[in-house]
């Protein structure tokens, strides 16, 4: 028995000691574990802190880059808060013609100008413009483009309702035109309606192309789908529907300044693009020099010191503008109509910031005017229908201000203005009367409408004469891939190849082509080489002495001008040569138009 129980008591010694063994060996090797874990994050802990270091450096790198991107965006913007700038912002509200100083904006060059719009990614997307998509959609409605299709634009030509039309011919890389109808008091402009060929073809090596452009004011080939119209549109261009054995003619190409989803026409850009280089009635530059111009002054204009008024200076003719001014009577808070025409411009001396008048709201009328940079120093600018169609649309969106687009009566478009987004670029109300609640509305989302104003300017900020003719050529290689037939030129036709040979051709007399001429051959779109010797007709130039055709200077009807062209009339600059002659002027002329020495005898 106590065998037994010494050897139990022995027995449990040794279980006792084995526990006691193995826990300290458990011990051992948690308290090793902890030793590596604490290792692990303290090596862990060092690398987190040397990351956060690399974090904030990088940080500190980004926040210095950012404040150089806005340092040059402020300069652009307000060039160090200019004598002049402190003359628009603290100028007295008096209403006398000495109370405030002549507006002069900041100086800052357009490379400055356009790295405000490259600082921010977002404002760089609506800097680019796709071009061949564009062309594509507006040649989509025509399979083909034929012979007879061309000859259905020029009696478009002929209708009375057609102030100016003409043939165009690209062959061999030069260009030929025959006028059908240059109206006699648009002569001014007749040259910049053609420019654009100047322009494209000087740029760009084009297809042989054969084009009808009447670049009026509201586009020709209706296609509306109404009882009445549709009927009118079949009974004119019927194609196969009466018989398919014979076919009628198909609505034509026709180009047009503006365009629509109503009619069929191709868009022809405005001659506003391409105003005379020198002294005209109209007073507007030419888009190559009024684009960059705008696009640097408007950035001397911080948005904050904007005026918190929708305007809209000019005329006020038509009974659309004419419910603005109503509207802006009794909203004289919210807007300002500033009324002038025309022929207020030899009359009114003085600005109305000069005057004291840019902040009255209200309708003001024949008080004064504004300059294009002036415009700009409105947060909101109208752009509403005028008596013909409004080519404003393009200055206004180049102010960095939000163009509210007044939709009652604008049925025609630009152009460019397929590449603008409603909401985007600018913004829309149905009619005048809601002018008021949309600049409240504005008012009440200013980064909203900070951020309109911004992607509209960045827009147009590109939109230069480059991309003009860009998009032309394309618009041309896609035109030509459709004509079924080669282009040829047309007895009658004439060559023109500078701008100096639109003044000479245009020109009823000597002194107002003198008035005009460049005489540089920059435009020339085979220029001749520098220091070659020149000499008349063309002076470098393609002209050979053509004039005008008097059928194509007059409206003939009976209760305009029924006897200007008759045979035995007489009219000084004016050809009376039927269309398959060459187009020189009367035999009666006093001018030798083919030899004049107006010119310069050497390139520069």
């Known amino acids: 028995m106590k065998a037994a129980t010494g050897l139990v008591l022995f027995c449990a010694g040794i279980l006792l000691l084995l526990r006691l063994r193995y826990n300290a060996g458990v011990e051992g090797d948690a308290e090793s574990a902890r030793r590596k874990m604490t290792a692990t994050n303290m090596k862990l802990l060092a690398q987190l802190q040397q990351m956060k270091l690399q974090q904030q450096e990088l940080q500190k790198q980004l926040d210095e880059a950012l404040d150089r991107n806005v340092q040059l965006a402020k300069s652009a913007a307000t060039q160090v808060e200019s004598p002049q700038r402190q003359q628009l912002t603290q100028q007295p509200r008096s209403g006398s013609a000495g109370a405030a100083a ?56 002929f209708d009375n309702g057609t102030m100016y039309c003409q043939r165009i011919q690209v062959v061999d890389g030069n260009l030929y035109v025959t006028d059908y109808r240059a109206i006699f008091f648009d002569r001014h402009y007749a040259p ?134 109503s509207i802006a009577a009794t909203n004289p808070s919210t807007m300002l109509v500033n009324e002038l025409f025309i022929g207020d411009h030899g009359k009114i001396k003085k600005t109305c910031h000069e005057l004291g008048l840019e902040r009255a709201g209200g309708h003001q009328k024949h008080k004064c005017y504004m300059t294009f940079t002036e415009q700009c120093s409105y947060k909101y600018l109208l752009n509403s229908a005028s008596i013909g169609y409004a080519n404003k649309f393009k200055y206004l969106l180049l102010c960095g201000s939000v163009v509210i687009y007044v939709e009652d009566g604008m049925q025609h478009k630009e152009f460019y203005e397929y590449g603008l987004l409603p909401g985007v670029h600018y913004v829309t109300v149905p009619s005048a009367k809601d002018v008021p609640r949309m600049v409240k509305y504005l008012q009440a989302h200013d980064a909203y409408a900070r951020g309109v104003a911004a992607a509209g300017r960045a827009r147009m900020s590109t939109l230069d004469n480059e ?99 008759l045979p035995n009339a007489y009219q000084p600059g004016t050809s009376f040569k039927s269309f398959g002659e060459f187009p020189y002027a009367h035999e009666k002329d006093p001018q030798p138009w083919a030899s004049l020495p107006d010119g310069n005898d050497r390139t520069p």
């Not at 500078?498 to 085979?526: G, K, P, Q």
């Not at 000499?535 to 200007?564: F, N, T």
Request: hydrophobic share 40%; net charge positive; proline share 9%.
């Open 102 to 157: 002549p507006w002069v904006p900041a100086n800052s060059s357009i490379e400055a100008a356009h790295a405000e719009i490259q600082a921010n990614h977002l404002l760089e997307v609506h800097r680019h413009w796709d071009w061949p998509a564009l062309a594509k959609e507006l040649l989509y409605p025509f399979e083909e483009i034929n012979q007879r299709m061309l000859q259905q634009g020029v009696a478009e030509c």
């Open 192 to 325: 910049a309606r053609l420019m654009l060929m100047l322009e494209t073809m000087r740029r760009h090596k084009l297809p042989d192309l054969d084009l009808v452009v009447a670049a009026v004011d509201e586009p020709r080939i209706k296609m509306r789908f109404g009882q009445a119209d549709w009927a009118k549109t079949l009974n004119k261009y019927p194609g196969g529907v009466r018989n398919p054995a014979k076919p009628g003619p198909l609505p034509p190409p026709l180009f047009s300044s503006t365009i629509n989803r109503g009619h069929a026409d191709l868009p022809w850009a405005d001659f506003s693009f391409y105003m005379p280089r020198k002294s005209h009635k109209l007073r507007t530059p030419p888009w190559f020099q009024l684009q960059p111009k705008m696009v640097r002054e408007s950035a001397s204009v911080r948005w904050e010191d904007k005026i918190e008024l929708a305007m809209h200076t000019g005329n006020v003719g038509s009974p659309y503008r004419k419910k603005i001014a």
């Open 467 to 565: 991309a003009i003719a860009a998009f032309y050529a394309e618009l041309f290689k896609q035109y030509a891939q459709k004509q079924t037939f080669k282009p040829s030129v047309p007895a009658g036709a004439v060559r023109l190849d500078c701008e100096d040979d639109l003044w000479r051709h245009y020109a009823r007399d000597r002194v107002w082509m003198r008035h005009y001429l460049a005489e540089d051959n920059s435009t020339c779109i085979h220029p001749p080489a520098a220091g070659t010797p020149l000499a008349a007709p063309g002076w470098g130039g393609a002209y050979a002495g053509s004039k005008v055709r008097c059928v194509a200077s007059h409206d003939l009807l009976p209760r305009a001008q029924p006897e200007a062209c």
